[in-house]
Structures are given as structure tokens and as C-alpha cells.
């Protein structure tokens, strides 16, 4: 499949899956858009290793758990690519994998802030202009524990909604 003409935004996409994901996109032929939150070394890395792949690349800084920055990227992706076709919700936390029981508060706040909040942030800063430009893909990295029963009442319920709001989005925007 060429994606070449298309731009994509992959949130955490200075490392691990993040990165996998920005090189196969360059590979495709998408111009590249990777976010990150601390590391720029390795979000540069990931960006020049799209660049010798042979497209466009840009490293954008951004706590996509804060909606406004959120905003800030998406029109630094349109400002600096033109556009925006893809957007890869894939900033994440893994957590503490607690029963209910041990459930230390703050850290369920940081996992719904980033495994929830971000990609809710994210996907609203994109879908307006999507829709008015004839349409884009959207997709959010969940994990099979928002699916199955695994312990670990923080992050797979985290995951568990992601995968919620998936669907209603899909859901919301399908036919349009």
C-alpha cells in the first residue's frame, strides 16, 4: 500500500512502538510528524531515520494529556506538512498493574491522563478537519488486557476505555 502524498502524526513516536510505527508509515511513503514528550535525542533519531527513507519528518514536542497542546501540534503538523491524513494515538503508560485494592490514586490519574485523556485530546483536535477534507484513519493503540481479564484494575481499564471511545468514534463519524 503507497500512503506517498499522505501525512501522519504518531503521538509517542520517539521509541518502541511509536517508532516502529513512524518508520513503516516513511516506509509507505508518508511524511512523518513524531511526537514525544522527553526524549528529542530519540525522537530526532526516529525523525532523520524516516528522512533517509525518503520523505519529510518533523519532531514536535507535546504533553498530548493537555488538550491545548494537543491544538498546538495539530496546527504545527498543518503549518509545517500542509496537511494531516493519520493520526497514530499511541502515547502511553504501562502502570502498576494493582488490584482495586492497592490502587495508588496518582497513578491512576497519570494512566487515564495519558492511556485516556491524550488520545481523546488528540482525536478532537483532528477529526473537524478530517471530515471536512474528505476523510483520514485514526488509530489508537490499545492493548489485548482492555479486552481480556487481566490483573491490573489501572491499566486495562485505561485500555479498556480507549477502546470504548474507539468505537464511538467510529461509531459517530461513520457516513460522514
Request: charged share 20%; hydrophobic share 45%; net charge negative.
Amino acid at each position: 500500500m503507497s500512503l506517498k502524498g499522505k501525512v501522519a502524526l504518531v503521538t509517542g513516536g520517539s521509541r518502541g512502538i511509536g517508532r516502529a510505527v513512524c518508520l513503516e508509515l516513511a516506509r509507505q511513503g508518508a511524511d512523518v510528524a513524531v511526537n514525544y514528550a522527553g526524549n528529542e535525542a530519540a525522537a530526532q533519531e526516529t525523525a532523520q531515520a524516516c528522512r533517509e527513507l525518503g520523505v519529510r519528518a518533523v519532531v514536535l514536542r507535546a504533553d498530548v494529556a493537555d488538550a491545548a497542546a494537543c491544538d498546538a501540534m495539530v496546527a504545527q503538523v498543518l503549518e509545517q506538512l500542509g496537511r494531516l491524513d493519520i493520526l497514530v494515538n499511541n502515547a502511553g503508560q504501562i502502570g502498576s498493574y494493582s488490584a482495586v485494592g492497592r490502587l495508588d490514586e496518582d497513578n491512576w490519574d497519570y494512566l487515564v491522563e495519558l492511556n485516556l485523556n491524550a488520545p481523546i485530546f488528540a482525536t478532537k483536535a483532528v477529526i473537524e478537519d478530517m471530515v471536512e477534507n474528505g476523510g483520514g484513519a485514526i488509530i489508537n493503540i490499545a492493548s489485548v488486557g482492555g479486552i481480556a481479564g487481566y490483573f491490573g484494575v489501572d491499566y486495562h481499564t485505561t485500555k479498556a476505555a480507549l477502546i470504548a471511545m474507539t468505537r464511538q468514534v467510529a461509531f459517530s463519524y461513520s457516513g460522514k
